[in-house]
């Protein structure tokens, strides 16, 4: 598939939205990033883990500048001159726990997400066989006392948070319908398309979802600006667009193991609250910390560093209730170094709220990090 004409960072970013990538089932996300991707990248493949990967060859030493550059390598190189930089591809999601004989279905959350994190509404449940719209419902406001599941969520009256417990899919079919369209316990159900529209708001913009959307349309702009730029990094460098993430990093983890390197960067959204000090209206986000682990202070230094020479006003933070990619891989041991650069967001795990400047400052900030030598991110002379 040939890439597409006009690939500006706003028309991309929408796709992506509208591709659904629920844990474990990326591969409309998939797609749309490797027709990106390929372009600008000397070897891509998908692992075992279902992560896709681009790899951009180091600028080879003088003298062996006639050489060309390495394609596809194995994790037996040298493992200090890689640096791994990773957005994930799937979205928080449902799955179907139950069908009942109504062809009702009853559903568990795939990622740390409950019912008002994305309201009731259109909901796409992704049958083995047939992709299509039902809706995700609490019932009727309008009982008493005798419909205990609602009567417990009203504010007046049990005020109890809405929970999975509490609401189920309307599909309007049969449990005869529902099993020949292949929808069984496991089916993902997603956000329905059709609430994945972008929305501007005045210097930013909102959506579901921009968690990891927008750090993966970061990073698929950054391969395009290294290309233009017609440079090489100083290091080999593995674009990852990583599974389950939001499920415990599992792709990001097998990449950082098996890829060749000793340090991952992960790109993600980072919350924007007064108990961090960061805002929405402020610049990247870089991580020292998160709830798995302490990132390097040099590599988070050197993003700092970076994000001001651009003029960004970086916002260092500590995050608790976070995880990343790089923090699971840090936490397993798989990588020995890690990193974390965020972009800001607003109402994180909900409809998200980001600068229109955003994805482009990311993007700026990876290319110039990639540019950089290792051994300058090891703070050696």
Same mark, same amino acid.
């Given at each position: 598939?040939?890439?597409?004409?006009?690939?500006?960072?706003?028309?991309?970013?929408?796709?992506?939205?509208?591709?659904?990538?629920?844990?474990?089932?990326?591969?409309?996300?998939?797609?749309?990033?490797?027709?990106?991707?390929?372009?600008?990248?000397?070897?891509?493949?998908?692992?075992?883990?279902?992560?896709?990967?681009?790899?951009?060859?180091?600028?080879?030493?003088?003298?062996?500048?006639?050489?060309?550059?390495?394609?596809?390598?194995?994790?037996?190189?040298?493992?200090?001159?890689?640096?791994?930089?990773?957005?994930?591809?799937?979205?928080?999601?449902?799955?179907?726990?139950?069908?009942?004989?109504?062809?009702?279905?009853?559903?568990?959350?795939?990622?740390?997400?409950?019912?008002?994190?994305?309201?009731?509404?259109?909901?796409?449940?992704?049958?083995?066989?047939?992709?299509?719209?039902?809706?995700?419902?609490?019932?009727?406001?309008?009982?008493?006392?005798?419909?205990?599941?609602?009567?417990?969520?009203?504010?007046?009256?049990?005020?109890?948070?809405?929970?999975?417990?509490?609401?189920?899919?309307?599909?309007?079919?049969?449990?005869?319908?529902?099993?020949?369209?292949?929808?069984?316990?496991?089916?993902?159900?997603?956000?329905?398309?059709?609430?994945?529209?972008?929305?501007?708001?005045?210097?930013?913009?909102?959506?579901?979802?921009?968690? %990891?959307?927008?750090? +993966?349309?970061? #990073?698929?702009?950054? @391969?395009?600006? *290294?290309?233009?730029?017609? $440079?090489?990094? /100083?290091?080999?460098?593995?674009?990852?667009?990583?599974?389950?993430?939001?499920?415990?990093?599992?792709?990001?983890?097998?990449?950082?193991?098996?890829?060749?390197?000793?340090?991952?960067?992960?790109?993600?959204?980072?919350?924007?609250?007064?108990?961090?000090?960061?805002?929405?209206?402020?610049?990247?986000?870089?991580?020292?910390?998160?709830?798995?682990?302490?990132? %390097?202070?040099?590599? +988070?230094?050197? #993003?700092?560093?970076? @994000?001001?020479? *651009?003029?960004?006003?970086? $916002?260092?933070? /500590?995050?608790?209730?976070?995880?990343?990619?790089?923090?699971?891989?840090?936490?397993?041991?798989?990588?020995?170094?890690?990193?974390?650069?965020?972009?800001?967001?607003?109402?994180?795990?909900?409809?998200?709220?980001?600068?229109?400047?955003?994805?482009?400052?990311?993007?700026?900030?990876?290319?110039?990090?990639?540019?950089?030598?290792?051994?300058?991110?090891?703070?050696?002379?």
């Amino acid at each position: 598939m040939a890439p597409r004409e006009d690939n500006s960072t706003r028309q991309l970013l929408q796709e992506l939205l509208w591709a659904y990538g629920p844990c474990g089932q990326e591969a409309d996300v998939r797609a749309v990033c490797a027709r990106e991707l390929r372009p600008f990248v000397d070897d891509m493949w998908t692992d075992d883990a279902g992560n896709l990967i681009g790899y951009i060859g180091a600028q080879p030493p003088a003298g062996d500048a006639g050489k060309g550059h390495r394609h596809r390598v194995s994790s037996a190189a040298e493992p200090g001159v890689a640096t791994r930089v990773m957005a994930h591809m799937d979205e928080l999601s449902m799955l179907v726990k139950r069908v009942e004989t109504d062809g009702t279905l009853h559903l568990t959350q795939l990622g740390t997400m409950y019912p008002g994190n994305f309201g009731l509404g259109p909901v796409a449940v992704l049958g083995e066989n047939e992709t299509f719209t039902a809706v995700l419902t609490l019932g009727s406001e309008h009982t008493t006392q005798e419909s205990q599941r609602i009567w417990q969520t009203k504010p007046d009256q049990g005020d109890k948070a809405l929970d999975w417990d509490h609401v189920y899919v309307f599909t309007g079919r049969s449990a005869d319908e529902l099993e020949a369209a292949g929808v069984r316990p496991g089916t993902r159900v997603c956000v329905d398309r059709s609430k994945r529209t972008l929305v501007e708001i005045g210097d930013y913009l909102g959506c579901y979802f921009l968690d %990891d959307r927008a750090a +993966a349309t970061a #990073l698929l702009r950054a @391969a395009r600006v *290294l290309r233009d730029r017609g $440079q090489r990094p /100083v290091d080999d460098v593995y674009l990852v667009f990583t599974t389950n993430e939001e499920i415990g990093g599992v792709g990001g983890t097998y990449a950082s193991g098996s890829l060749p390197g000793t340090l991952t960067l992960a790109l993600e959204v980072g919350p924007t609250e007064r108990e961090y000090a960061t805002k929405v209206s402020g610049g990247p986000i870089i991580g020292y910390s998160d709830a798995l682990c302490v990132y %390097d202070k040099d590599v +988070a230094d050197r #993003l700092m560093g970076i @994000a001001t020479d *651009l003029g960004l006003s970086p $916002q260092g933070a /500590v995050l608790g209730a976070f995880e990343s990619d790089a923090s699971h891989s840090k936490a397993n041991g798989l990588t020995p170094r890690a990193g974390l650069l965020c972009v800001p967001t607003l109402s994180t795990h909900g409809y998200e709220v980001m600068p229109r400047r955003a994805i482009d400052d990311m993007a700026a900030i990876i290319v110039e990090f990639v540019m950089q030598s290792g051994a300058h991110a090891r703070g050696e002379p």
